[in-house]
C-alpha cells in the first residue's frame, strides 16, 4: 500500500515518464518542476469558485422544481473538473519542491483536491447524460454529485488557506481566543515571579528590544490576525505556546533555534524569513540572539530552572551527572557544528537542505536540481549531516558505483533515491551497508537481477523502484522470495511478460 502523505508525486509519475525528462540533454535542471508548482496558487482558485457557483445555481433549481440543468452549471462544471486536474497537479508539485510540512493540514489540503477534481468529473459526464431530465437517476447523480463536490472542493479550499493563513483564520474573528492576563505579582513579559530584590543586571528585554523586530518584520504572518504555521510572535507567551519541542525558540541556544536558523539564511532562499520585504539587519539578529542566549526560559515551565531559583547542595551524584551532562553539551555543540558546516557547504553548490520537519532533528537534501551535476567528489560536503540525514534525493546526478563510497557512515538514511542515474550493480555493497534503508528508487538505471536480489536482504527495506532498468519480471519474483513484505516496482510483471510471449506465435501466424 502506498504511503499517500510521503510519497513524492516525481515518484509516482517516474515509472510512466520512461525516458522523456524534463531535464534537457545541455544538462538544465529541474527548475520548470519548480515553476509548474508555483502555477498552483494561480490555478486552483477557478475550480473553487466555479464549483461552488454551479453547486448554488443547482440548488436553486432543486428548490424550484426545474427539470432540466442548467447549461451555465454543466458549463462551469466542466471548466472546474479540468482546471481542478491542473491544479491538483500543480499542487503537488509545489509541496514536494518547495519543501512543503509534511503534516496533516497539507494531507487534508491535497486529497481533498484530488477527490474533488475526480468528482467533479465524474459530476460533469453525468451531467451531460443527464442534462434533459429525461434519464432520472444520471439527472439526480448530476445535481446532487456537484453538491457534494462543491463541499468537498469548499472544505480542501479551507484547509489550504489553513496553511497560508494559519489554523481558525476564518473563524477565529468570530470566535476569539482569550489570552489570559499575567498573574498579579508576575513580570509582564515572562511570567515570572517579580523579586523583591530592585536591582537586576541589564540584559535585553523582551518587551522592549525584541518585540519591535518581531513587529516590524513578522507579526503580519505571526499575529493575531494570521499565523502561518500556528506560530505567534507577538507575545512571549504565544512564542513559548504549546508542547517544548514545538518551539521555534530553543532557550538558551540560538544555534539551534528554528528561529534564528530561518532569519539568517540567505537571500533568495526558499526557506527565508521573512520571505519578502526588507530582512533583518545583523544587529536586530544580533539581539535576539542575545534574548535567546540570556533569559527565555517560561517560569510555569516545570521541565527547566527559572533563574535564580534554589539549587541543592552538590554531592558526588549530582557532581558526576553534571560533568556528563557538560560533555553530552560539548558533544553536541560539536555535531551542531559539524552540520551547520555541510548545510553551508552543500547550500553553496546549490542542493537543497532542510529539516525533515519543523520539530525534528533530521535533515533531507535535494541534488536534483544542481546545475552542473552533482558528482562524486560533492559527497565530501555532506561531511557532518553523518548522524541526522534520513532522506536522500540524488536522482539524474552523476553519481557512480565507485562514487557510492561516500555514503559511508550515513547509517540514519531510511530513503534514498538514485534514479536516472549511472549506478550498477557495482554499487550495491556501499547501498547494503545502509541498514536502516526502507525506500530505495533505481528507476532507469543499470542495475540488474543478480543486483535486487542482493539488495532485497536489506533488513528493513519496504519498497523497491527498478522500472527502465535491466530487471526482468522473473528477477522482481526472485527478489520479492527473499523477504516477505517487500514490495518491488519494475517495468513489468511476469504474467504480462508470458503472455506476451504466448501470443507472439500467433499474431505472427
Not at 504572518?221 to 507577538?234: F, T, V
Not at 555535531?335 to 533530521?362: N, P
Amino acid at each position: 500500500m502506498l504511503d499517500l502523505q510521503l510519497t513524492s508525486f516525481v515518484d509516482l509519475l517516474e515509472p510512466l515518464a520512461g525516458s522523456l525528462s524534463l531535464a534537457e540533454a545541455d544538462g538544465s535542471d529541474d527548475r520548470w518542476w519548480r515553476f509548474l508548482g508555483r502555477l498552483h496558487p494561480l490555478t486552483v482558485h477557478f475550480p473553487i469558485a466555479l464549483a461552488l457557483t454551479a453547486a448554488v445555481v443547482e440548488l436553486i433549481n432543486i428548490i424550484r422544481r426545474k427539470r432540466e440543468a442548467s447549461p451555465f452549471a454543466i458549463t462551469a462544471t466542466g471548466i472546474a473538473a479540468v482546471t481542478a486536474i491542473f491544479a491538483a497537479f500543480f499542487g503537488w508539485l509545489n509541496a514536494d519542491f518547495e519543501g512543503a510540512s509534511q503534516d496533516t493540514t497539507l494531507f487534508l489540503h491535497r486529497w481533498l483536491g484530488i477527490i474533488g477534481a475526480g468528482g467533479l468529473s465524474i459530476v460533469f459526464v453525468t451531467g451531460l447524460v443527464g442534462r434533459t431530465g429525461v434519464r432520472i437517476t444520471a439527472f439526480n447523480g448530476y445535481r446532487w454529485g456537484l453538491i457534494v463536490c462543491a463541499i468537498v472542493v469548499g472544505t480542501g479550499a479551507h484547509f489550504g488557506g489553513e496553511m497560508v493563513y494559519g489554523k481558525g483564520y476564518l473563524t477565529k474573528v468570530l470566535f476569539p481566543v482569550a489570552v489570559p492576563a499575567p498573574a498579579a505579582g508576575n513580570d509582564v513579559e515572562t511570567g515570572a515571579p517579580v523579586s523583591d530584590a530592585g536591582a537586576t543586571t541589564a540584559k535585553v528585554s523582551f518587551q522592549q528590544d525584541v518585540l519591535p523586530i518581531f513587529e516590524a518584520h513578522c507579526v503580519e504572518c505571526h499575529g493575531a490576525d494570521k499565523d502561518k504555521a500556528d506560530l505567534r510572535l507577538d507575545s512571549y507567551s504565544g512564542i513559548f505556546n504549546g508542547e517544548k519541542k514545538w518551539w521555534t525558540v530553543l532557550p538558551g541556544d540560538p544555534d539551534h533555534s528554528l528561529l534564528v536558523e530561518r532569519i539568517e539564511l540567505p537571500e533568495g532562499h526558499v526557506d527565508q524569513m521573512p520571505p519578502d520585504g526588507n530582512r533583518l539587519t545583523a544587529a536586530e539578529i544580533a539581539t535576539i540572539r542575545t534574548w535567546i542566549t540570556e533569559d527565555t526560559e517560561p517560569a510555569d515551565n516545570p521541565e527547566v530552572q527559572i533563574p535564580g531559583s534554589s539549587v541543592p547542595e552538590e554531592t558526588s551524584t549530582t557532581t558526576e551527572a553534571a560533568k556528563a551532562a557538560d560533555a553530552a553539551k560539548a558533544a553536541a555543540d560539536r555535531m551542531a557544528v559539524a552540520i551547520a558546516g555541510a548545510v553551508d557547504a552543500l547550500r553553496a553548490r546549490g542542493v537543497l537542505v532542510m529539516r525533515i520537519a519543523q520539530d525534528s532533528k533530521e535533515w533531507e537534501i535535494n541534488a536534483s536540481l544542481v546545475s552542473p551535476k552533482f558528482a562524486d567528489d560533492d559527497l565530501a560536503l555532506m561531511n557532518g549531516l553523518q548522524p541526522v540525514l534520513a532522506w536522500a534525493n540524488f536522482t539524474r546526478t552523476d553519481l557512480t558505483d565507485a562514487g557510492l563510497i561516500g555514503l559511508d557512515g550515513f547509517d540514519q538514511l531510511r530513503s534514498l533515491r538514485l534514479s536516472q542515474t549511472a549506478i550498477g550493480d557495482g554499487g550495491v555493497d556501499s547501498i547494503l551497508k545502509l541498514e536502516k534503508l526502507e525506500v530505495l528508487n533505481l528507476y532507469a538505471t543499470s542495475i540488474t537481477d543478480a543486483g535486487i536480489l542482493r539488495l532485497a536482504a536489506l533488513p528493513n527495506l519496504k519498497r523497491l523502484y527498478c522500472a527502465d532498468s535491466a530487471v526482468t519480471p522473473e528477477g522482481v519474483l526472485a527478489a520479492q522470495a527473499v523477504r516477505d513484505g517487500l514490495e518491488i516496482v519494475g517495468s513489468a510483471t511476469p504474467a504480462a511478460s508470458k503472455e506476451a510471449d504466448e501470443s507472439a506465435p500467433a499474431e505472427e501466424s
